[in-house]
């Protein structure tokens, strides 16, 4: 049944209503039609397909304002129950308005669904429009087809436009044609992904989500404050103006400060209204466990040189360039690479080599160690890394740093006769799913270079090699999140490799040991990281002149416990703040929430 | 609606529509389209304007529309378990000569099919045919997709993959001979089918088949015109629900009667006038009958309880209180060049919450017919 069409609001017959407080509609379009049919004797209908059709009506019938409708219709999948909550919450409660803020990884996206699809069963919603980031359009597309049954359709050409169930990029939205076409329209429901990036009034995103005619809207972000509280105010006078009163108000009400808010309980019953924010930390959220090892990798004597003489060449550039590092960045990399492979170290060598002046002594040092790469007959990590596949004999997806590196690994896997096909940043999005496609198939193992790229989902698989260590523990966490997420149902096994005698191994050490790295909360631990490059450096520059200046291998040690050390202070004043009432603490929907500290390696985020 | 339900449904649908079935069992229907079902259901418009321009020969799709999933997959598998070793086999060992594999598909008939179908379920074939050599194993299943069930096999499987990669999604079947069509509650194709029920079953006129041995050769039965209206009613607010009622209005006197449609299922309805009936005059315009149905609907819709719509009326009132407050200083403290684009977001937000809140009661029409009934008077 339709909702009464703009044009025809307010012009159903007046006064004649079963009841003052509604209006009336009695739809007589059908008179005419009987009696044209009765006129001419014809053409006549069906008797079975007349009885059909009424059956079908009693069958869709929405018998309920209250009970969701839509999970009978669900028999592909069965939603988890807080997801089920929200969207009881959002029907019953908001009206079909809201910010759906879980954090990551608690399935906003099937949270979206099942209110979109429950809106369509009660014929409420016939027409919508779903916003996100480019790179989320066919996933979005998939997940509405197969878990729900919505026919959406994936924007491509300017007639799609008109199908009733779109999924397009904000980004061509916005653009000239297709944006004057989408404002002339109205929308029964409008979704935007990754709606913190509305957070700034001024931009064209912003202004453009506010005009389109839009009667339900539900907009979905993990981190609904990433700065200051003008963009909270931001993000829900969009949804619903006047919600936390006007800008001024607000910022008497409800700042203290940039980023510290008062009034916090009237906050809070403000923001809940139109906000629902789920926390893994609410229990009934089952994951399963992460499984940690650290693989201990012994470097052949021809490695283990060459490990040395990088070592010893990039701290003597380091010295001679008076200690800057800001000029050493690429040498770091360096002496990061000949952890990972040869192959990493001769790409950046040859690129070094190519840009040093013909006549410069760095020549020959270059070439010196280029001569050390080629004593090296065996990967040793790679090997390891072999070991570790053929022992699980399952699905495995390997992470390294360095596109090389996953060149060399995808060589050397294919001459054991394992099928390997390769991940990274730089492919096109058809390219990206080909490749998924072929390790959900038959390929094996992954080796990919990228974590970050939101929307890999990779639950059938729940081995996970870290080949190199990224020097930057939340990329370490999204690589772990692409695989331990909703939906797995295995625990998840993490393999670190890691070279004895080598940064590495510290690297390890203060990831591991040192910061629990792998127990933490993907929100606790932006938190800690944000603290720590407020107070001094970032962590990995701060690696980096560890790694410089230390004297050997016990200074490094030294400095690594130290680092550890502040890390873990830096934790504790997170939670004391949280527990004394900080920004995020006085409001649970915006807080970011550490975890105990009882969890061993086996962990549940 | 359960299975049995949607079997009976879709039964009754395909027989109305004069299409052949093929092959069915209590969980599924294989069945060659009828022109009329295959204009409904295929969306082929393309397809169909040619028909009708050059006027040759449609030829209509056949579909597996599986009403019971779990039945009739235990079903195949069944089969396979019979005569699939040889095509499992051929899967587990791969190393074996390719000629295994596609004698095991051929005569494995279902059986590999199966497979297929599982490991398209599951995305991929699947982590368990992993210890398989590369390249036995595609041919084995690309002669699984020649077999009967239809299903897709590796070729078909990675044009369908290259499809959803463009597409993000493609309904199952879109390529495959015979496209495979679960049909549960919430289904596409049940929808579709639900739809074109509803487009197929507007408007009827039918005379009740007066019983024969009662009968006189002689005699001539009166039989009086009825209006039968299945109107749907929703009470509708952000929120939902609805009534399904099925007046009648007697076209000569002017009754009305509710639960009308369940009173003509107990009929036996002919669409010609039967012999020894004669129907007598209305007296009443259907435009006046629909009147007549429309006061019956109110004066039912009066006795109901509307605290609803006071909730929703009071939600409304509030919004657009908050609205007002936030808005009215934003446009009195706008600058001029401001001012008009703020007063015009102001009265767009008002209407997105009349639209969204404003309580109503929709009643829609599913179809209407007019039916002479010697029974009623």
New interface residues.
Partial sequence: MHPIPRADRGAGGAGKSPHSSVEFVFDRSWVDELAERAARNGPWDDWTLFALAVEAERAKLVTSFDELQSLRCLPAFEPMPHQIATARKVLREMGGRAILADEVGLGKTIEAGLILKEYIVRGLVRRALILVPASLVLQWVRELNQKFGIPATAQKKAHTWHADFVVASIDTAKREPHRELLLSRDYDMLIVDEAHKLKNRKTSNYQFIQQLRKKYCLLLTATPVQNDMDELFNLITLLKPGQLGGQSEFVANFVADKRLPKNEDRLQEALSAVMIRNRRSDGGIAFTKRIVRNIEVKLSPEEKALYDAVTGFVRERYDESGRDLASMLSLVTLQREVCSSRDAVFVTLFNLFKKTAEDSPMRAKIWELVEFIRRIRANSKAEKALELIRETGDKTIVFTEYRATQEYLLQFLKQHGIHAVPYRGGMNRGKKDWMMDLFRGRAQVLVATEAGGEGINLQFCHHMINFDLPWNPMRVEQRIGRVHRLGQTNDVKIYNLYTTGTIEEHIVRLLHEKINLFEMVVGELDDILERLEREEQPLEQRLARLVLEAKGDADIRRGIDALGRSINRLRADAKRTASAGGPEAALPVLSVVPDGPDAAAEVRP | ?NAK?IHR?VE??L???GCAILEKSPAHFKVKLSPAADRELTNRPYYWSFVDRTGVEPETMTLLLVTD?AKYDAMTTGVKAGGGGDGQAAQAGGSGPAADGRQAAQTGGSGPAADGRQAAQ??????A??AVP?GA?PEAQADGAGSPAGAPGAAEQAGM??L??????V?AGIGARVPRDDL?????RLEQ??AA??R???????FQQPDERALHPYDSLPCTPW?G??V?V???C???????H?FGVSLATGAVVEGF?DRL?GMK?T?RLPANVHVTGASL???KA?DLI?QA??RK??A?D?G???AA?G?LKE?LA??????E??VESAGEGEKESIAA?YE??K??I?????????????????FHLTGLA
């Fill in positions: 609606m339900q449904f009754r649908y027989d109305a529509t999933p599951t995305g991929g074939s699947g982590p045919s992993q590369p194993r993959a290259a959803s990669r463009s597409f993000g999604f309904p549960y509650f919430g289904s596409r089918l639900f029920a509803r197929g079953g507007r408007f009827v006129c039918l209006l209206v299945n749907k929703g009470f509708v952000d929120m939902k629900r609805e009534e399904l099925a449609f299922q309805l669409p315009s259907l435009k629909a429309e609907l109110m819709l009066k109901y509307y609803w719509a006071a009326n939600r919004e908050q609205l007002a407050h936030y808005y200083p934003l977001q767009a937000r209407e997105e009349r639209w969204q809140l404003a309580p109503r009661v929709v009643a829609e029409v599913v179809n209407a017919g007019l």
